[in-house]
């Protein structure tokens, strides 16, 4: 399926075809980010109708003649742009923060586990992500150093990259 079509199916039955397009996309980071904006928008729609239940006669008010016009707009704006090819942002929905940083896992330190291969218990998730600083003179100074510990004075093991600030 094409990467438009699909980025605004995720749109078409709200949150629930957004989840749908997180669970079945795992690879186009374009179709990934229409799911998950159409998944916390649609799902804060409902929130919002909820919380307006709440107020009697006024909350359904406001729902029937501002939210759900408003969201009906907001639906074909974004099945649209999604169409269209552009990402397009709903300020409130459209970026996760954490979403694509660097998370590093490594599992069984101690080599406790008998494995065919031990070329695998250390990854990353930021495979794609990748920085490359501009050409030029690099002279980093040593501020503080891990130099052990009263408690553990064995313990010389360091797991985070130390952070360079120039």
Known sequence: MDANIAAALSYLVGFVTGVIFLLVEKENK???????????????????????QLIPFLGALVFIFVVVP??????????????????FKVPVAGEIRFRDDLIWVFVDSEDAVPELSEDNNLNQTGAVCDFHPPV??????????????????SSNQVIMTPAVVV
């Open 30 to 52: 374009f179709v990934r980010f229409h799911a998950m904006q159409s998944t916390l928008l649609f799902a804060g729609i409902v929130a919002v109708d909820i919380l307006l």
């Open 70 to 87: 408003a969201s009906a707009v907001l639906w074909l704006l974004l099945m649209y742009k999604a169409y269209q090819g552009e990402r």
């Open 136 to 153: 030029g003179s690099f002279s980093p100074q040593v501020e503080w150093q891990w130099s052990g510990s009263p408690i553990l004075p």
